[in-house]
């Protein structure tokens, strides 16, 4: 029980912004997002997380809603490179260890 | 080099023989796992272990077992193959604490016929 729910694929054109949505319902207040992609033929790669507030790194920034039942992953100008499966992640509690992978969204990205 | 390297990339094997996976890490990790992926599925974890002299179960152990040989090392080996083990396997690290990101190894794709 991956605990979040998200689209099975999306498309992008390229170098337009692309925002991915998750939804985590049943979310508890200790519990982070964490988004990770994997691009064919590779293993997962962390992308970024967050608990409460949006965060944003080199590689995409995370909106999480004030109800913090949802979140998006937005890559703010999608490459032809981030073509790949992206998984939403509710880490439970401060202290887990434990990651449990949904199916993820298959984000394609047209030239 | 890859923080993460895990062999054989590739296996081809027979019903009924053992076969073992290795993963080493360079990144000083404590924690290691091993995951599963099948075809449309997510990754599934098989076992974890946060140090040398610690191992345990995940959610798909039977038909499994890990060796941590040492920080950097930790191996999965299946006893006995059968066919419904083929997938992908992934090796991951993380530190303890902090966000628990994990680090990945490319994978180790076994087929068992």
């Known amino acids: 029980d991956a605990k979040t729910t998200q689209p099975n694929s999306m498309e992008s054109n390229e170098e337009e912004p692309v925002h991915l949505p998750c939804n985590h319902s049943t979310i508890s207040g200790t519990d982070y997002i964490h988004w990770y992609r994997q691009l064919p033929s590779q293993g997962p790669e962390y992308v970024i997380h967050?608990?409460?507030s949006n965060v944003n790194n080199r590689m995409a920034s995370l909106a999480i809603a004030e109800d913090r039942k949802s979140s998006t992953l937005i890559l703010h100008r999608a490459t032809l490179r981030d073509a790949a499966v992206y998984y939403c992640i509710r880490r439970e509690g401060a202290g887990s260890y434990q990651l449990t992978f949904g199916k993820g969204t298959k984000l394609s990205v047209i030239p | 080099d890859a923080d993460v390297t895990q062999t054989p990339r590739n296996r081809i094997t027979k019903t009924g023989k053992r076969i073992m996976l290795e993963c080493s890490q360079t990144?000083?990790?404590?924690?290691m796992y091993w995951y599963r992926q099948d075809p449309g599925l997510g990754l599934r974890l098989i076992y974890y272990?946060?140090?040398?002299?610690?191992?345990n179960k995940g959610e798909i152990s039977d038909g499994y077992s890990v060796s941590r040989q040492a920080q950097a090392k930790f191996s999965l080996s299946l006893e006995s193959a059968i066919p419904n083990q083929t997938a992908l396997y992934f090796c991951?690290?993380?530190?303890?604490?902090?966000?628990?990101?994990?680090?990945f190894g490319a994978g180790s794709r076994l087929t068992v016929l």
């Open positions: 967050g608990l409460t």
């Open positions: 991951a690290t993380s530190e303890i604490g902090g966000a628990n990101v994990l680090t």
């Open positions: 990144k000083g990790h404590d924690r």
């Open positions: 272990s946060f140090d040398v002299k610690d191992i």
